[in-house]
């Protein structure tokens, strides 16, 4: 089994139909022989807002319509619920984060995430495992590339 973080930007691609999408989708809906997810899925806490705020800000765009607002706002909150393992965005984390904007250009939500994902993956480390960060923000693949982290990014698959 594979471990995922995903970023705000990687999640957004389940909802709002953009490149990237059928990829994030497919991964994350990938099944083994026996029906169970092929890949063990990670977020920071504070990407659950971050989420439904960027759906918030699509209907106010016009992008997509009241039902679908409603639809993707609940099914992100199940989705989180059922299929995310969730890392805390805890005072030492932030600290972390506020570090990384001072060796890269990220914004304070980019740098969280990747302050998460960098401290998922040196306990994963620890039991020979391994993470690969998914976004479709280049400043975030750049920084986490410089980290030492293995990235994808669903904008390369369509």
Known sequence: MAHLYLDADAQIKFYL??????????????LDDRGNPLHFIYTV???IIEVCAAVAAAHRAKRIDE????????????????????IRC??????????LTQRHSLKAL??????????????????????????GDHQVLTA???EG????NPNDHE
């Open 67 to 86: 039902q679908d607002k409603l639809r993707f706002f609940k099914n992100h909150l199940k989705k989180i619920a059922e299929s995310y393992t969730l």
């Open 17 to 30: 139909l953009e490149k990237g999408s059928q990829w994030v989708r497919q991964e994350f809906s990938a």
């Open 45 to 47: 806490d504070v990407s």
């Open 110 to 135: 980019d740098a969280i995430h990747l302050a998460a994902a960098l401290r998922l993956n040196q306990t994963l480390i620890e039991i020979q495992e391994s993470l690969t960060l998914i976004s």
């Open 149 to 152: 982290l293995s990235t994808e």
């Open 144 to 146: 986490a590339k410089a």
């Open 90 to 99: 805890d005072p030492v984390l932030q600290i972390h984060a506020a570090h």
